[in-house]
């Protein structure tokens, strides 16, 4: 076992918590539509969950999976503040 191994599996991985964030999100449709109607377009309602990993200013930003007594994080997703509805904490604070 080399020393790099060894002290990747030694490390402490952080916990994030883990997020359901409810928010309407943009959209395209190619189809030809009636533009009185187009008045009555809603965003696409989608609800995601995932690992918190950090917020600021702009937005959420999670991620799919975490690796154990890794530091990195997979699949960074980023949702602006704008079109988030509703945040359900599915889990505690570490």
């Known amino acids: 076992m080399s020393t790099t191994n060894s002290s990747k599996r030694n ?3 952080k916990t994030y918590k883990i997020v359901l964030i409810h928010w309407g999100d943009a959209f395209i449709d190619s189809d030809d539509f009636d533009p009185i109607e187009a008045k009555n377009t809603e965003p696409c309602y989608r609800t ?3 690992f918190l990993i950090a917020k ?3 937005g959420y930003i999670l991620a799919t999976d975490t690796y154990d007594n890794e530091p990195e994080v997979a699949a960074k997703m980023f949702i602006p503040k704008g079109m988030v509805n509703k945040i359900e904490y ?3 604070a570490p």
């Open 11 to 13: 490390a402490t991985r």
């Open 48 to 50: 995601t969950v995932g």
């Open 56 to 58: 600021n200013q702009h």
């Open 90 to 92: 599915l889990t505690k």
